[in-house]
């Protein structure tokens, strides 16, 4: 076991947070320009968080131009911020999938992949991919839901608004949604990550409501035994 020597601050990719971490591995590789009067290093550490015991990964990358420097009112001195980027193996979620979306492999497997990957370009900065994953989720969700995958996208929202699973508002909202995923497919559109967090808390409770839910509803209302028929509720004959 390491010592308390051998403890770091570190963010757990299991608890979601940051978390005290045993460092079981260490390595640092210098670099400098043979031309430019530039430097940095890459320092890799090997962790086991102290609470769940996940193990990761996690890289300190420094560059000497990449940092700047500021004043300090208290010293009354310029101090240099070396601005050190930090990733994760586990990447850090970005977005975790939500609870009621992990069920989504009961219902299809298929679209529970798409889900998968879509959450993983997410927590990669893989923007653009995430976009499209969000269409793609959606022309298999539709197609779960009765709509003919043939159809366009205007047609599918029609039809859903048709058949009872949005209403107006909501077929708006949608459309925009699919213009955006169509713009990441076919235009090059990389949203930002405001973008598609706005996207998502548009398709997960779509998701959600239709192909959850509505399902749980199902299997509930099979479950309720009918109301039976009273001697008094018997029509009464005639005269």
Not at 200 to 212: C, V, Y
């Amino acid at each position: 076991m390491p010592s308390s020597e051998d403890i770091i601050s570190a963010y757990c990719p299991k608890c979601g947070d940051m978390r005290r971490a045993f460092v079981h591995g260490k390595r640092e590789i210098e670099w400098h320009d043979d031309h430019l009067p530039i430097h940095g290093s890459e320092t890799g550490y090997l962790l086991e968080c102290c609470g769940c015991q996940e193990l990761y990964f996690r890289k300190d990358s420094f560059f000497s131009e990449a940092g700047h420097f500021s004043y300090n009112p208290i010293t009354h001195q310029e101090e240099y911020d070396p601005a050190i980027e930090v990733t994760y193996f586990p990447s850090i979620k970005k977005r975790p999938k939500p609870a009621a979306l992990s069920k989504m492999q009961i219902q299809d497997r298929i679209l529970d992949s798409i889900l998968d990957e879509l959450y993983v370009s997410l927590d990669n900065n893989l923007n653009l991919l995430a976009a499209i994953g969000i269409r793609t989720a959606f022309d298999r969700a539709t197609e779960l839901m009765g709509i003919d995958p043939n159809l366009r996208f205007n047609e599918k929202l029609s039809k859903l608004q048709d058949e009872g699973f949005i209403g107006e508002t909501e077929k708006d909202i949608l459309s925009s949604l699919i213009d955006a995923g169509n713009a990441a497919a076919h235009r090059g559109w990389k949203p930002s990550n405001d973008d598609l967090h706005l996207m998502l808390d548009i398709f997960e409770p779509f998701l959600e409501r239709n192909l959850l839910t509505r399902h749980a509803f199902k299997s509930l209302h099979g479950k309720v035994p009918k109301r039976s028929k009273k001697k008094s509720d018997a029509p009464k004959k005639q005269t």
